[in-house]
């Protein structure tokens, strides 16, 4: 019998309290621990949904409107709006609340896509359906949408995970890491959880922003992702960070994730990444970044990238902006 749920039937809710250790030298919330606890309930929502294991199988965009402090409350929401065969779309929305003067703002709302998986990694179906009410339907035909765009999007996921090249190969502004995966880095099974990846990947970047701007930086965005390939305890991932745009106060880094079986050898490319840190003051307030000027082809190459994903993430920004504006969200 297959179970359904309205979408509000499957929203559910975590608080986190943001501790001096959850934050930057300023006090302020580093993005990776956000975006570790947003995949956290997400993954959640989605498991209570399917009734299993789930992983995360792509990430839409995250704009991080809002800085969050230390000693603040972040209420994190998620819920389930679209079930497909044995993937899922949830809904993100993540707020915090000044506990001394009791102000609430809205940090940030986006979407993920979940596969429900068995034992050994292998999607499995779902054996539940979204019933929306009427004042959810818009929400859920969105969801559907995006649904059957992100499908098209993947269909060439395998190819994907093929791809062994290296990232990049001509910037003196890059770092490589190495690590093993290890049980504490999942959550169900054997497989590496998405938000520790995503949590591992802010730390990276951040780290070699901060080293190109001698200063502090925030994580400013998150450009829609998708893994390829899932990591198992065990593996070793390598990951590649480079420096790909300068602006007047932020920059962008992309990242690229190989993971691999350090026993047969076998290697696979498991997502390639987006971030955009602001460099800020002593006060908070943004500061300007070095000037670079790309002189190689294949960094040029990557500049022009980069400067079509900035035009890009204004637009949607300002979209957030003004969705938050109107007060259209589905759940407060």
């Not at 070793?236 to 691999?260: P, Q, W």
Request: charged share 25%; net charge neutral; with cysteine.
């Amino acid at each position: 019998m297959v179970s359904e749920f309205s979408i509000s039937e499957t929203l559910v809710e975590s608080l986190y309290f943001v501790n001096p250790a959850d934050t930057n030298p300023l006090g302020i919330l580093h993005g990776g621990n956000l975006m570790n606890w947003m995949v956290s309930t997400a993954t959640l929502a989605a498991t209570r949904v399917t009734r299993g294991n789930v992983l995360l199988g792509s990430l839409d965009s995250v704009f991080f409107i809002h800085p969050i402090h230390v000693g603040d409350m972040v209420s994190i929401k998620a819920w389930v709006e679209y079930i497909g065969r044995s993937s899922l779309e949830v809904g993100v929305r993540a707020k915090s609340e000044n506990t001394m003067t009791h102000q609430t703002s809205v940090t940030t709302l986006s979407h993920m896509a979940f596969v429900a998986v068995d034992e050994y990694g292998e999607p499995r179906p779902v054996n539940a359906q979204i019933s929306p009410k009427e004042e959810e339907k818009s929400v859920y035909l969105s969801a559907q949408k995006r649904w059957e765009e992100r499908r098209k999007r993947l269909s060439d996921r395998r190819e994907r995970s093929k791809d062994l090249s290296a990232y990049p190969t001509d910037t003196p502004f890059k770092m490589s890491f190495s690590r093993i995966v290890m049980s504490d880095d999942t959550i169900y099974g054997n497989m590496m959880f998405g938000g520790k990846l995503l949590k591992l990947l802010d730390e990276f970047t951040g780290a070699l922003a901060t080293k190109y701007c001698s200063g502090t930086v925030v994580t400013g965005a998150v450009d829609d992702m998708s893994f390829y390939h899932p990591i198992r305890v065990g593996n070793v991932i390598d990951i590649t960070v480079a420096l790909n745009y300068v602006g007047r106060s932020s920059l962008e880094l992309g990242a690229k994730v190989f993971c691999e079986d350090p026993f047969s050898g076998n290697r696979h490319h498991a997502a390639t990444c987006y971030y955009t840190f602001v460099h800020i003051d002593q006060n908070g307030k943004p500061a300007p970044v070095p000037p670079y000027q790309p002189t190689r082809p294949l960094e040029k190459q990557r500049w022009k990238e980069a400067e079509l994903r900035v035009e890009k993430r204004k637009q949607l920004v300002q979209a957030l902006k003004s969705m938050l504006e109107q007060g259209s969200l589905l759940f407060e």
